[in-house]
């Protein structure tokens, strides 16, 4: 079973609309992102949380809002979707900071969720 | 400039050859420097990390950093048709008040039979 679970895995969606991205995770972490992956450009924060009242803007935050409704669930909005927006979406954890201290906590991603804005 | 370049390939490679995949990053500041491996329709996983330069070896993988030319290195020996992935390099950026992960844009390797 997977530990990070991304719904839905494909999504094709229309212009202004609204929609949700999913992620829950069983690895008792309390660090959780968001990224989108685009070709050519690689992985891009979003949104991430550090626990449930702890919640930040990445780098490419407009259009996006996120909701962190318990420390396993972490989600993704599109108040209006537009055609910009198409890209993969991965959902990560981590169970501490990343490079921090003598070693490396890994980010443990979900699988994705390929989203396309028509 | 961007704070990690990687090129995106693709690679197309035969079978047991020896594979070198790079990165290169402007900031000197950097001390750790990973290498993700993402399969298709996959999230990205960790491969190898290393701290500040020198060489890290696992099994078929050698992580290399040379700090002076600010250059990172994945070599992989006698390549396997399941190395097939996408490589990105990552660096954690501290950044308003915390370390995020700085992704380079991942190099599409095919290793053919």
Redesign the interface.
């Known amino acids: 079973d997977a530990d990070?679970t991304q719904t839905p895995r494909n999504r094709i969606t229309k212009t202004g609309k609204r929609i949700m991205l999913e992620c829950s995770q069983t690895k008792g972490h309390d660090r959780m992102y968001w990224y989108r992956q685009d070709?050519?450009?690689?992985?891009?924060?979003i949104y991430?949380s550090?626990d449930v009242k702890d919640i930040?803007k990445?780098e490419i935050s407009d259009g996006y809002s996120v909701s962190r409704q318990a420390q396993a669930k972490f989600s993704l909005s599109l108040e209006s979707a537009i055609p910009n927006q198409t890209a993969l979406y991965?959902c990560?954890t981590s169970d501490r900071?990343?490079?921090?201290g003598?070693g490396?906590s890994?980010?443990?991603?979900?699988?994705?969720t390929r989203l396309t804005v028509t | 400039q961007k704070e990690?370049e990687?090129d995106?390939g693709p690679l197309s490679v035969p079978e047991g050859a020896i594979v070198s995949l790079n990165c290169t990053y402007s900031n000197s500041a950097f001390?750790?420097f990973?290498w993700?491996r993402q399969y298709s329709?996959?999230?990205?996983?960790?491969l190898m990390?290393t701290?500040s330069s020198g060489n890290k070896e696992d099994g078929r993988f050698t992580a290399q950093v040379d700090k002076s030319s600010k250059y990172i290195s994945l070599f992989i020996r006698d390549s396997q048709p399941s190395d097939s992935a996408t490589y990105?390099c990552a660096i954690?950026l501290f950044s308003?008040g915390?370390?995020?992960?700085i992704?380079?844009?991942?190099t599409r390797l095919a290793v053919h039979p």
């Open positions: 990070v070709p050519g450009l690689g992985l891009r924060l991430y550090f930040n990445g991965f990560a900071e990343v490079g921090q003598g490396h890994p980010l443990h991603f979900g699988n994705g | 990690v990687q995106p001390q750790y990973m993700y329709r996959k999230g990205p996983e960790l990390y701290y990105l954690p308003g915390y370390n995020k992960l992704f380079g844009a991942g």
